[in-house]
Every structure is written in C-alpha cells, then in structure tokens.
C-alpha cells in the first residue's frame, strides 16, 4: 500500500516535467540536470509506485495507462503551486484581481457585458488579455489567467484538466447601412448570390458553417473582406457599406442607434459562448458570480424595430 506521506514530491516533479514535453532529453534541459540524472529520478519514483510511468516509441515517451494517471494528479499539485504564485503576485489586502482572456475572434461587446457587473467594484482590479485560444489555454493551464471566454467548446484531456461552461448562444445576423436596407429584408444565404459581403475570418467558429450553407444553397456571394478579430468586423460593418455577417451583440450599439439594420438572420447559424477555467481551481467569490449570470441572449429584443426585424441585443442582468 502506497503512503501518501512517504510520495517523493523532487521525483514527481521531474516525471511531470518530462511528460509534458515527451522527451527525456528536452526536460533535461529545461531542469537544467543531466539525461540520467534525470532518468534515475523518474526510475525511483517508478520503483516506489510500483509501476512503469513511461513506454519509448521512437524518440518519444508516451504515458502507460498508470502514468496517465499519476500525470493528472501531478497537474493538480503543482498546478494549484503555480495557482498560489499567481493568486500573490499583485494581490493586495481587500482587493481583488480577476485576470480574464477572450479569444481575439470574441466579440468585445459581449466581453464588456460579461464584465460589466465589476465595473463598479472599488475592490476588484480586472486584467484582460487577447489572444489565440491555444496560447491563452496555455497561460491558463500556467494559472496566469483566471478564466477564458471563447466561441468554441474545448474538451478536457488528462494534460489539460479543464472545464468548459455554456454560457448561451445566438442567431448570426446579416446586417447593412440604415440608409440603404431599411425596410428591406432578404433570406440568409438564399438571397445573397453576387451581394458585396463582409464575413468573419477562416478562423471564426462558424465561417465554415456559414460557407457549408452557401454551397448548399448554390449561392456565391462576393467576398469584400475576412476579418478575425470582431471590433474591426464592426467598423468594417459600420462604415463600408456593405453587408455583414455576425452575431449581432457585435454591433448592438449601431442596431439600437439605427446605424444598421438587420436584413436576414439564420437559426442555422449560431455562436455559441464559453467560460473555461481549470477543473480545480482557486474559487473566487466574483468569478463565480459572473459564471453564475452570464449575459442573456434574447434572439428577440428588438434593437431597432424600424427594420421589421427584431434583433439580438445583449442585456447583462444586474
């Protein structure tokens, strides 16, 4: 029987390290030991467990079955080390800093919306950050980041310990200039063959859905523009006249300034919302408030119902 108590944390340390990287020589390296320095660590801690943590295809070390599981413990552990470090740095008494990251294909209306409770809170300091889903993934995994809003689900694996929570979704929208499409509607995308567009970029979650339905359709819009990052597919909505396709929350303020018009809106196509964060995690008071009341989605708010449409404003509960 194993005795926790007896468990040499230095050996599990480095079996951690090299089953993150998958080769001994490479986690050499970075611990700054010798090859077989380090291989008579992970061997000792073999011999105390009583079973092989490792199997060589190659040049590379796979994870047996029980070194799959010692890897998930040794992510919780030094995981909530990393997690302490983080949660310090900065901390000061009575405050609170929420370190938040949102994909830079994330609307930032909808980040505003989601934060916007804390605003007002003199005891919280909030930090944002934007980037790829991977690296932000990674400093999350690092606990450098509280938690990441995303547009796509992510699945936990034993290497990744996380959780990902559904925070709702909504129709995608096609929306163009006031002046020109006012009292104007079309269907999404049956009606769009040879329209100038604007769309979201390759890397959007539903750009691929959105050109699934086009080829369905056998319609061939003219592309004018692919755009990434969503506060620029909002000027670009708003100030090149054509039309665009996104989620409405993008432009929620232009809809309920009569700036845009919503002309088509597609249940086929949706974005969907979430909030990943570890799986064991340091529990904050103002995290858990916010996971707990997202921002609603209501498909039905009419932000501008001059169009004859009624469209998807995002309405943060207080």
């Not at 998958?22 to 061997?43: F, N, P, Y």
């Not at 294909?105 to 980037?131: D, H, K, Q």
Request: aromatic fraction near 6%; proline fraction near 5%.
């Amino acid at each position: 029987m194993i005795q926790v108590e007896q468990l040499n944390f230095h050996h599990l340390f480095y079996f951690w390290r090299v089953a993150k990287t998958g080769h001994l020589t490479q986690a050499a390296g970075e611990l700054h030991v010798s090859q077989s320095a380090l291989s008579s660590q992970i061997r000792q801690l073999e011999e105390r467990l009583g079973e092989a943590l490792f199997e060589r295809s190659g040049r590379r070390l796979l994870l047996t079955d029980a070194g799959q599981l010692v890897l998930s413990y040794a992510e919780n552990i030094f995981g909530l080390g990393r997690e302490l470090l983080g949660r310090l740095e900065g901390h000061g008494e009575g405050l609170t800093r929420l370190r938040v990251g949102s994909v830079a294909t994330l609307s930032r209306n909808y980040l505003e919306n989601w934060i916007r409770p804390l605003l007002a809170e003199p005891t919280v300091t909030l930090s944002l950050e934007s980037g790829s889903l991977d690296e932000l993934l990674r400093r999350l995994l690092e606990h450098q980041l509280d938690v990441v809003l995303a547009n796509e689900a992510v699945p936990a694996s034993p290497d990744r310990p996380l959780h990902c929570r559904f925070l709702g979704s909504q129709a995608i929208s096609l929306v163009g200039p006031a002046v020109t499409w006012g009292g104007r509607s079309l269907r999404m995308p049956e009606d769009l063959g040879g329209l100038e567009l604007a769309l979201p970029g390759p890397r959007h979650a539903l750009r691929g859905a959105f050109d699934a339905l086009c080829v369905a359709a056998g319609v061939t819009p003219r592309l004018r523009a692919e755009v990434d990052d969503m506060a620029m597919l909002r000027l670009v909505a708003r100030d090149s006249g054509w039309l665009t396709v996104l989620p409405e929350v993008v432009v929620q303020d232009e809809l309920r300034h009569g700036v845009l018009v919503t002309v088509a809106r597609s249940d086929r196509l949706r974005e969907s919302f979430y909030a990943i964060t570890t799986l064991h995690r340091h529990r904050m008071e103002r995290l858990e408030q916010l996971l707990a009341h997202a921002p609603a989605l209501p498909d039905q708010a009419s932000l501008a119902p001059e169009t004859g449409l009624s469209t998807s404003g995002l309405q943060l509960p207080r």
